[in-house]
């Protein structure tokens, strides 16, 4: 959808990233620690003291401690941290139970390692999770279960009695867990993102997965961390170190210095909580019907009210005739399926959303 909101000149609201600029200072830091020399490898496992700071982070907001020696590692964007994680707990047939509509390295990663995925489809308009099927689908095959809360596409947020249910689960079985946080500080409302890292039973067989691309509006720069137990970490790192062995240096120190400055995260949610209504208010003038959107950056619309075409025609129609791209959610199930709903994201500047939505208008 990116290249065609290219070709078409249209408002791209299709890929998840900002239209917005970085913290300038954030660039200064990064620029001067290039200008003082720190431009070779860091460290396998990242600059100590980010992991330092990380530990400290996640240990203020849940409680839960992490040793920035031997349970945190930097990689190279939340995708490398998925990548390598799947890969160190799948071997050829064991089973990943995953849920769609899915974020789309999950499930081809899982096959790429010789697994087999599982799949449960959670649908509009709540995408609510059914753990009775979900337990139907465990086997003594399951290794692997990825969840993601905030969830893309759905702008979902996982309850307490998902998290209780995920506990029942996986209680007396050696499944791991690949919780998806990569959302965490986009949440909306004052409702609290329930971290894997907060309920010890989960934690001691968890990866999360967490991105600075989305912390600090630097998709681009591919830097994100992975928290585990040691036990995991270890299998973790003997792959990491081959993939990709570290990642880059100026940056890291950068990001060291600019996650302890006060506020350089702490107001994300009110931020995008801003964008999303100003967004919602835009599009209830429109025939699309709204979604609810609890975390992430992303609002989802059914179009039952203005066509029956498949959604994928509709997303090609609108980008070429009305000059916005959107992502049809089929696009993220495995299994051909033909859903009315589309996902905008908005991530954007304010005028970007307005023109978008006098376009939509017009539909
Ligand atoms: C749910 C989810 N997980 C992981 C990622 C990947 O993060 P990164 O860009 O840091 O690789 C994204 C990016 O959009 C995402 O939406």
Known sequence: MTSLAIKHNAINLSQGFPDFPVSPQLIKLVNSEMKKGNNQYAPMPGILSLRESISKKVEALHQSFYHPEKEITITAGGTQAIFTAIATII??????????????CYAPTVKLFGGL?????????????DWDIVKRLVTVNTKLIIINSPHNPSGQI??????????????????????????????????????????????ERTFVIASFGKLFHTTGWKVGYCLAPEYLMNEFRKIHQFQVFSVNTPIQIAFNEYINQSDSYQ?????????????????KQTRFTLLDCRGSYFQNVSFEKITDEKDLDFA?????????AAVPNSSFYSRQS??????????????????????????
């Open 91 to 104: 071997r050829p047939n064991d089973e990943a139970i995953i849920f769609e509509p899915a974020y789309d």
């Open 158 to 203: 996982l309850n307490k009695e998902d998290i209780d249910q995920l506990i029942m689960i996986t209680k007396n079985t050696d499944i791991a867990i690949i919780s998806d946080e990569i959302y965490e500080h986009v949440i909306f409302d004052n409702e609290d993102h329930l971290s894997l890292s907060r309920y010890p039973v989960l934690k």
């Open 316 to 324: 090609l129609r609108m980008v070429k005739d009305y000059k916005v």
């Open 117 to 129: 995925v599982k799949s449960f489809e959670m649908q509009a308009p709540f995408y609510e999770i």
């Open 338 to 363: 033909e859903g009315n709903t589309l996902r905008f994201c908005f991530a954007k500047k304010e005028e970007t959303l307005e023109k978008a939505a006098g376009f939509l208008l017009k539909i």
């Open 267 to 283: 107001h994300l949610a009110s931020f995008f909580q801003k964008k999303r209504d100003l967004f919602r208010s835009l599009l």
